[in-house]
């Protein structure tokens, strides 16, 4: 059965996705990822007006899979705020494991590399880690509300926390081929910064 416009467009952003993730934004080349995806040249520029559009479409598709995932886990009333947050760190190691410590984040990996470079990655990838960080900070509210955290704690403040300090474990984590910088940023994390052991 032969692809649909929609289809198409969504087989280029996942081939492209799977190869930026493996050699970054600037060293993936049009050709390779169509040439990966089975598709004609012209195919590509049916859907993308250049190779940064394709990059925004990257972002924007990822970040929405992404974001079902982080609801999946973080919005899931049959456990506790902390066991959520715990399930979500569970994910990030497995699939640091998963990968042999060659990935990491996308949207962490991309920062890194474009948010110096274009105005318009920088702010489209702001607008993603800030999505996160909300959910994050309502999940942790959530928990105060429950008493699992101590009031003192500022949601917002530990969301940030929260983000950058397990985008910079992943960094790292994939600098030294293990997910012990992982690990040791989940233990300090609930215990210095949530006051849980």
């Given at each position: 059965?032969?692809?649909?416009?929609?289809?198409?467009?969504?087989?280029?952003?996942?081939?492209?996705?799977?190869?930026?993730?493996?050699?970054?934004?600037?060293?993936?080349?049009?050709?390779?990822?169509?040439?990966?995806?089975?598709?004609?040249?012209?195919?590509?520029?049916?859907?993308?007006?250049?190779?940064?559009?394709?990059?925004?479409?990257?972002?924007d598709t990822?970040?929405?899979?992404?974001?079902?995932?982080?609801?999946?886990?973080?919005?899931?009333?049959?456990?506790?705020?902390?066991?959520?947050?715990?399930?979500?760190?569970?994910?990030?190691?497995?699939?640091?494991?998963?990968?042999?410590?060659?990935?990491?984040?996308?949207?962490?990996?991309?920062?890194?590399?474009?948010?110096?470079?274009?105005?318009?990655?920088?702010?489209?990838?702001?607008?993603?880690?800030?999505?996160?960080?909300?959910?994050?900070?309502?999940?942790?509210?959530?928990?105060?509300?429950?008493?699992?955290?101590?009031?003192?704690?500022?949601?917002?403040?530990?969301?940030s926390l929260?983000?950058?300090?397990?985008?910079?474990?992943?960094?790292?984590?994939?600098?030294?081929?293990?997910?012990?910088?992982?690990?040791?940023?989940?233990?300090?994390?609930?215990?210095?910064?949530?006051?849980?052991?």
């Amino acid at each position: 059965m032969p692809m649909t416009s929609n289809d198409t467009r969504t087989h280029i952003i996942d081939t492209g996705a799977e190869l930026i993730g493996q050699k970054g934004f600037g060293s993936t080349g049009i050709n390779a990822v169509l040439t990966a995806a089975g598709v004609p040249k012209g195919s590509f520029y049916h859907y993308f007006a250049s190779k940064n559009d394709f990059g925004l479409a990257v972002i924007d598709t990822y970040a929405e899979e992404y974001d079902a995932r982080l609801d999946g886990i973080l919005k899931d009333t049959s456990r506790s705020c902390v066991d959520r947050l715990r399930a979500y760190f569970d994910t990030g190691l497995e699939a640091m494991t998963n990968c042999e410590h060659t990935r990491g984040c996308l949207i962490g990996n991309l920062g890194q590399e474009l948010a110096g470079q274009s105005e318009a990655f920088r702010k489209r990838l702001d607008t993603v880690f800030h999505s996160w960080e909300k959910r994050f900070e309502q999940c942790i509210e959530e928990a105060q509300q429950a008493g699992d955290v101590d009031a003192s704690v500022n949601p917002a403040d530990a969301a940030s926390l929260l983000l950058s300090g397990w985008e910079g474990a992943i960094l790292r984590a994939k600098v030294l081929k293990s997910t012990e910088p992982m690990e040791r940023f989940i233990r300090v994390f609930f215990r210095q910064c949530l006051g849980i052991s």
